[in-house]
């Protein structure tokens, strides 16, 4: 059975190998793809017809800023296709941010809470306490 040194070690050269794996993230956006077809409203138009699936496929980018949603609309071709590599990367990124958030608090809860108990390093402290310098705070007197 590991003892809880060396499942600390571990948890921690994960968490390296992910902060590196972090570090080779190359351009991302936030937001997602959606491919559409619409009608153009004109009654001679094809698109008007019964079945027709619409005009397009057009490709937006849509994500929410600021509390609304912003609609980036794209070009198919090097446009979209660079847009599908920063949503992907994105992606990733968030996979990994996700890794290290689950791995730091493994290491949290593997830490001993004793500095010096089981190689932990955490400075000695007053367990939550405030600081301050131990005399009380000169009251002033309200305005006559």
């Known amino acids: 059975m590991p003892d809880g040194r060396d499942e600390l070690a571990e948890l921690e050269r994960r968490r390296?190998?992910?902060?590196?794996?972090?570090g080779r993230v190359?351009?991302?956006?936030?937001?997602?793809?959606?491919?559409?077809?619409?009608?153009?409203?004109?009654?001679?138009?094809?698109?008007?017809a019964p079945g027709h699936p619409g005009h397009g496929p057009q490709w937006n980018l849509t994500r929410k800023a600021e509390g609304r949603t912003r609609?980036?609309?794209?070009?198919?071709?090097?446009?979209?296709?660079k847009a599908r590599r920063e949503v992907a990367e994105y992606e990733r990124f968030r996979d990994l941010v996700g890794q290290?958030?689950?791995?730091n608090e493994a290491i949290c809860g593997a830490r001993p809470a004793?500095?010096?108990?089981?190689?932990?390093?955490a400075p000695p402290g007053r367990g939550g306490e405030k600081g301050g310098s131990g005399r009380p705070s000169r009251r002033r007197r309200p305005p006559s």
């Open 16 to 22: 390296a190998e992910i902060y590196a794996e972090l």
């Open 26 to 48: 190359g351009d991302f956006r936030r937001g997602s793809l959606n491919q559409v077809r619409r009608k153009c409203g004109k009654p001679n138009c094809a698109c008007a």
């Open 71 to 81: 609609t980036v609309h794209l070009r198919p071709g090097p446009e979209l296709d």
């Open 100 to 103: 290290v958030t689950e791995v």
């Open 114 to 121: 004793v500095p010096g108990a089981a190689g932990g390093d």
